[in-house]
């Protein structure tokens, strides 16, 4: 069950999604044991801005009959912070870290990917494109010209892996990744959150901080599905797919539409073994079984 995912040699092909597993407090919690059971074969850290961010005003979450919609709003340290302090924590896990960037600008992404460039402890890089380029107003993921200008101005600054995560709120998911191979992705991961929101039950206006949020969990993995069965049938390099997975099963699903590796998100907070169990259940899952 190991998987060989651009160079890195992972013992299986379970990961968790960026933003739900806070490998960090996760040690604090379960001290050594999460080190030496540790539920991932990498580690995909949660998104991280050039500048420090408090995240979206509360309320952050609304949950759904099958999932969760949430605003959190990427809050985070910052890349300063990053580096000083869980950059080192992080990198004492046993696995390859994945750190997550985001900018608000090419030149925000940039700076972001060339500071880890330098940075041995990181194995990968994955760009969060789900935001808003303030000089053009457009969503860096929904737009393929977008995404190959953005690529364009970072691939040259490190011979990293370069993963691409892919929004589902784009019109033609397909299209955003052939750009994105075409510019030198080294992979593209998918789904992100699906944009949606609910109004609070007493003034009917929007509940969320944010006003609009992201549905994940078991309510997102058939659309997960269909866009990481499309996305492989149109892309030669590798896919990871992630989208309300819980099982084995739902894994193997995503493995059969073409995914490499599988990432597990709102699982987790569930679950916060999910990533062991489910690397367990996709080695002893078969379609062939009787
Ligand atoms: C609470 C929460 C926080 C998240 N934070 C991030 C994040 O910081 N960066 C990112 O790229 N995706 C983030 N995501 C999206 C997940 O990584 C994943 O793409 C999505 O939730 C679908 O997988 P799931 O249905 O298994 O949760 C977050 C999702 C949730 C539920």
Known sequence: MSADFCGLELA?????????????????????????????????????TLAPRQGNPPPRLWELPAGLMNSIGLPNKGLEGYLAHDLPELARLPVPLIVNVMGFSRDEVARLVSAFAARDEVAALELNVSCPNVETGLVMGTDPDEVARLLAAVRPLTAKPLIVKLTPNASDVTAVARAAEQAGAS??????????????????????????????????????????????????????????????????????????????????????????????????FSYDAP
Request: aromatic fraction near 6%; charge should be positive; proline fraction near 5%.
């Open 187 to 284: 992979a593209v991961s998918l789904i992100n959150t699906i944009k949606g929101m609910a109004f609070h039950p007493l003034t009917g206006e929007p509940w969320l901080g944010g006003h609009t949020g992201g549905v994940s969990g078991p309510a997102a993995r058939a659309i997960a599905l269909a866009q990481v069965h499309a996305v492989s049938a149109a892309v030669s390099i590798p896919v990871i797919g992630m989208g309300g997975v819980q099982s084995g099963r739902h894994a193997a699903d995503l493995r059969r539409a073409g995914a490499t590796l599988v990432a597990v998100g709102t699982e987790s907070f569930r679950d916060p073994a999910a990533g062991l169990r489910i690397a367990a259940e996709i080695r002893a």
């Open 12 to 48: 299986h092909p379970i990961i968790n999604a960026s933003g739900t597993f806070d490998a960090i407090a996760a040690r604090r919690a379960f001290g050594e044991e999460l080190i030496e059971r540790f539920p991932f074969s990498a580690f995909v850290s949660k998104t991280v």
